[in-house]
């Protein structure tokens, strides 16, 4: 089981420059879930998908980010233009609704510098 | 809003000892509380979870510990080894429906030898 998979692991940009995370949920889970975890604020969700389908998206900062889950083995999250303030660590979970259908699977993160 | 509040933000224990770190929800209509344990580099990884029906889960060492009236619960590391340094985080969410989960902003737990 290769577990979530995020890429990159590492992304150095500068101020304006558009940003995009690439997640690939566990095979078989329908739900996917994307964080950002600072220092300041903790683990924060930015939104999740349900079947490929954004359910909440309140998490979102502003206009600046968006995500998209094409299908169900793919998702992206992309900053345009990037900010300094953006800087962070951005985790995708995914869930099953099998079993303890409340378990979040994490990636190993990507963290972002803005520069 | 924080919908779950988490303390301490940091903590130090000594080999053996107990560590305890406690949260504290307001929404009455979650009844799902795990805990979660984050490596440095890795993402978190659920530990333990309680639902609202027992005050008490315990899995080896640790223990979660639920106060339904209080609206809190904590988890306790008995015989916190070095290993265990990590940062804990509790979060909460409803089994049914919207059930994303509400975490807390973490606990940086070091065990010293």
């Known amino acids: 089981d290769a577990g979530v998979i995020q890429s990159p692991r590492h992304e150095v940009t500068e101020m304006g420059q558009e940003v995009t995370l690439r997640c690939k949920p566990i095979?078989?889970?329908?739900?996917l879930f994307w964080y950002r975890q600072t220092m300041m604020r903790g683990l924060e969700l930015l939104i999740y998908f349900n079947n490929n389908v954004p359910i909440d998206d309140s998490g979102m900062p502003e206009d600046r980010f968006s995500a998209k889950m094409p299908n169900a083995s793919f998702s992206t999250l992309k900053i345009q233009p990037s900010e300094p303030r953006d800087s962070a660590v951005y985790f995708c979970?995914?869930?099953?609704?099998?079993?303890?259908?409340?378990?979040?699977?994490f990636g190993p993160g990507t963290r972002l510098t803005v520069l | 809003q924080q919908q779950v509040k988490q303390s301490p933000q940091s903590l130090i224990v000594q080999k053996g000892g107990i560590s305890i770190i406690n949260c504290a929800y307001e929404?009455?209509?979650?009844?799902?509380f795990p805990w979660y344990q984050q490596f440095p580099g890795k993402g978190p990884a659920l530990l333990i979870a309680?639902?609202?029906?027992?005050s008490e889960k315990k899995e080896g060492r640790f223990t979660i510990s639920f106060n339904k009236s209080a609206k809190q619960f904590s988890l306790h590391i008995m015989d916190s080894q070095p290993g265990d340094s990590a940062t804990y985080f509790c979060?909460?969410?409803?089994?049914?429906?919207?059930?994303?989960?509400?975490f807390g902003t973490g606990t940086r737990l070091t065990v010293i030898p």
């Open positions: 309680i639902r609202p029906d027992v």
């Open positions: 979970a995914s869930r099953t609704r099998q079993g303890n259908y409340n378990e979040q699977f």
């Open positions: 979060a909460a969410s409803k089994e049914t429906g919207a059930n994303n989960l509400f």
């Open positions: 095979s078989g889970h329908n739900s």
């Open positions: 929404n009455t209509a979650f009844d799902y």
